[in-house]
């Protein structure tokens, strides 16, 4: 039996690598508005901090004989815990030659579904940082009916007078369905040229936001969120490693990423709201 089994595949790694990175993007619903960062460094278990400064105080009104007072512009940060994810796939050697598939169209599924299952961990961390009390407002009112209407009135009850700065709207599809049997659902606007086009979810823009259909919010239940309503920073390549097990006749492909996920919610300030939790009754 030949010990070199190198010349089955010819391979880049560091092309594969690059197309799990690119399959991870592809997938990430919440995170398809997430403000992100690829500039980690720490380790999982570590704790990194997101700085940022601090608010002055408003301005005044001074008499003519008066000075103003002297503010401190101050920077602080909030921390976040480093996790690692991964996963491995292993393929016999059998298969590639039994399989109707090309090996070159096996190899990409492997990197793709790695890349998706990771974006997939990477999007459940998002959604229990944003929904977990403290990161989100709600409003005290009742929003009534799943409407056009009670969306826009969600959107008012949730952010006040800065109702306009709200981006986005994450929602399930059978709250979907009836926001869209509404006689105004003709407010969605769906457009080729949309940056968030191919984004997992994406239905188009209404109201002044990009809705979401996303069956991992609860139904009854949606999330309206202001720009940057939390982040995630992860390593700038993910890593895949392949391995050939010569004793099984098994090829074996490892893909494992590092992050740290965060929410923005009033962190800046108590009155910074990012998020709001809708409730349809």
């Known amino acids: ?95 590639f030659k039994v399989s109707a598939a090309r090996t070159e169209r096996i190899i990409q599924e492997v990197t793709a579904q790695i890349g998706r299952v990771i974006a997939e961990n990477v999007d459940d961390t998002l959604f229990a940082e944003f929904s977990a009390v403290g990161n989100f407002t709600e409003p005290t009112l009742a929003i009534t009916g799943k409407s056009v209407r009670s969306l826009n009135e969600a959107k008012v009850k949730g952010f006040g ?56 919010t609860p139904s009854g239940t949606a999330w309206i969120h202001k720009v940057d309503p939390y982040g995630f920073i992860i390593k700038q390549d993910m890593e895949l490693d392949v391995d050939f097990d010569i004793l099984a006749r098994e090829w074996v492909w490892a893909g494992n990423q590092w992050y740290a996920a965060k929410s923005f919610h009033a962190k800046i300030a108590s009155d910074d709201l990012k998020t709001t939790k809708v409730t349809f009754t």
């Open 1 to 95: 039996m030949s010990a070199t089994v190198s010349t089955d595949f010819a391979f880049e790694p560091k092309v594969w690598k690059e197309h799990v990175s690119a399959f991870f993007r592809d997938k990430l619903v919440f995170g398809a508005i997430a403000m992100s960062d690829d500039t980690l460094t720490a380790q999982p278990g570590e704790t990194i901090n997101f700085p940022f400064f601090t608010k002055i105080g408003p301005a005044e009104e001074p008499a003519e004989t008066d000075s103003l007072s002297v503010d401190n512009l101050a920077d602080d940060s909030f921390s976040a815990t480093v996790k690692e994810v991964g996963k491995a796939v292993g393929v016999k050697k059998k298969a």
């Open 161 to 216: 007078d800065l109702h306009t700065d709200s981006i986005a709207l994450q929602i399930n599809s059978l709250d979907m369905l009836d926001v869209m049997n509404d006689t105004t659902a003709g407010l969605l606007k769906a457009d080729a040229t949309d940056p968030l086009i191919d984004a997992p979810g994406f239905r188009g823009r209404m109201l002044g936001m990009a809705i979401f259909e996303v069956d991992k």
